[in-house]
């Protein structure tokens, strides 16, 4: 005859397997999120697109990042 805990093992095993499994296909066939992609190329990289770049920028055929630019305004006012 078989004890309590032997009963219960043989249960749970096959059920533990299976969640192991479809957990793990889980993992597998989730779909990346938008966005870079983990094989962008780095800055200083001959790039065709701005999409193969991961900073987004391709001039010139190079992966750069991308320029700001500031502007200030100055105002004066005089009394007559």
């Known amino acids: 005859m078989m004890s309590w805990l032997e009963s219960l093992s043989a249960r749970i095993t096959p059920t533990?397997?299976?969640?192991?499994a479809v957990g793990g296909a889980l993992l597998v066939a989730t779909p990346r999120g938008a966005g870079?992609?983990?094989?962008?190329?780095?800055?200083?990289?001959?790039c065709k697109t701005n999409q193969s770049c991961c900073t987004g920028v391709c001039t010139?055929?190079?992966?750069?990042t991308p320029t700001?630019?500031?502007?200030?305004?100055?105002?004066?006012?005089s009394t007559v």
Do not use: Q, R
């Open 68 to 77: 700001t630019t500031t502007s200030t305004t100055t105002t004066t006012t």
């Open 36 to 46: 870079a992609t983990s094989d962008c190329k780095p800055d200083g990289a001959s």
């Open 16 to 20: 533990l397997f299976l969640l192991l």
């Open 60 to 64: 010139a055929h190079v992966c750069g």
